[in-house]
């Protein structure tokens, strides 16, 4: 089960999630990502850029978690990424929005 973290937890975490993706990031060829994202991967990257987990994704867009899951998946093959720590990291460097308040249904 996912969870929220905290504003708290995620300044504690972020410096760790940057150190291991600066190492990991070595240890692949880097290839151009497929930009640009969707609006709605857009969208769904400044949630997951405030810590929001697929379920409260779902439920703040009014969609089934299925599809926010299916969009995640999208946004980490076009970004080449793993998992979503390194997608809104990968982001935040190329000054893709991340920041702005995303919309609520």
Same mark, same amino acid.
Not at 4 to 24: D, F, G, Y
Not at 32 to 56: V, Y
């Given at each position: 089960?996912?969870?929220?973290?905290?504003?708290?937890?995620?300044?504690?975490?972020?410096?760790?999630?940057?150190?291991?993706?600066?190492?990991?990031?070595?240890?692949?060829?880097?290839?151009?990502?497929?930009?640009?994202?969707?609006?709605?991967?857009?969208? $769904?990257?400044?949630? $997951?850029?405030?810590?929001?987990?697929?379920?409260?994704?779902?439920? $703040?867009?009014?969609?089934?978690?299925?599809?926010?899951?299916?969009?995640?998946?999208? $946004?980490?093959?076009?970004?080449?990424?793993?998992?979503?720590?390194?997608?809104?990291?990968?982001?935040?460097?190329?000054?893709?929005?991340?920041?702005?308040?995303?919309?609520?249904?």
């Amino acid at each position: 089960e996912e969870m929220m973290l905290n504003n708290s937890s995620r300044k504690k975490i972020l410096p760790v999630a940057l150190i291991a993706h600066e190492r990991m990031s070595h240890q692949y060829q880097p290839h151009q990502p497929q930009l640009p994202l969707t609006p709605r991967e857009t969208e $769904i990257t400044q949630w $997951i850029s405030r810590g929001a987990t697929s379920a409260a994704i779902a439920e $703040i867009l009014m969609i089934s978690k299925r599809t926010v899951d299916k969009h995640v998946e999208h $946004i980490l093959d076009k970004l080449n990424v793993a998992n979503r720590t390194a997608a809104i990291y990968l982001l935040q460097q190329r000054s893709m929005p991340t920041e702005s308040e995303p919309r609520r249904k």
